[in-house]
């Protein structure tokens, strides 16, 4: 289960090459687009709508289409975030952030503006592909949480190196999503 950015929908080139890797391993995705953007708004809704409304999608998914299997979860910088803070609630198996926005550009040397509080909270994988260069910052490497740097910035343009990235992940999870 893959959800989007603030500031673009579930066609970001990055979550397309994410879903292909996942394809490839037999893994089924589902994109979540979020409700402001379904409703035609392009500002986020605040952090505990995000995580309700993907709370929500993965139940129903779960009653249905999803009873039983085990879920990744995943997604692109704020799609990453709500990921990260949902893991726990939603039983996720691991999780996947693209372009995770570790602060916000410039406030690196502000600890109350950094966001790995909500990377150190998922007791699961995590596989964090990231820009080089991203102005949101490098999120360190830590228990169960790979990091692989790949050429560019937020925007993470190097869809190829993304989806080898997202594939060599994906075949260590063996049985956890077999």
Request: net charge neutral; charged share 20%.
């Amino acid at each position: 289960m893959l959800g989007h950015g603030a500031g673009g929908g579930v066609e970001a080139r990055d979550l397309v090459a994410a879903a292909e890797a996942a394809n490839a391993h037999q893994l089924t995705v589902a994109l979540v687009e979020q409700p402001y953007r379904v409703a035609g708004r392009k500002s986020p809704a605040p952090a505990a709508q995000l995580d309700t409304a993907w709370t929500a999608v993965l139940e129903q998914l779960r009653a249905g289409e999803l009873r039983g299997l085990p879920v990744i979860c995943g997604g692109r910088s704020s799609g990453a975030r709500v990921a990260c803070r949902t893991a726990r609630e939603v039983g996720a198996a691991a999780v996947l952030c693209l372009a995770f926005p570790l602060h916000p550009p410039g406030k690196a040397g502000d600890p109350s503006k950094s966001r790995l509080g909500e990377l150190e909270a998922v007791d699961v994988p995590v596989l964090v592909v990231q820009g080089e260069s991203d102005p949101f910052g490098m999120p360190p490497e830590g228990h169960e949480r790979m990091v692989i740097r790949v050429p560019g910035n937020h925007a993470l343009r190097s869809t190829g190196e993304v989806k080898t990235a997202v594939s060599d992940w994906l075949a260590t999870l063996g049985s956890l999503v077999a």
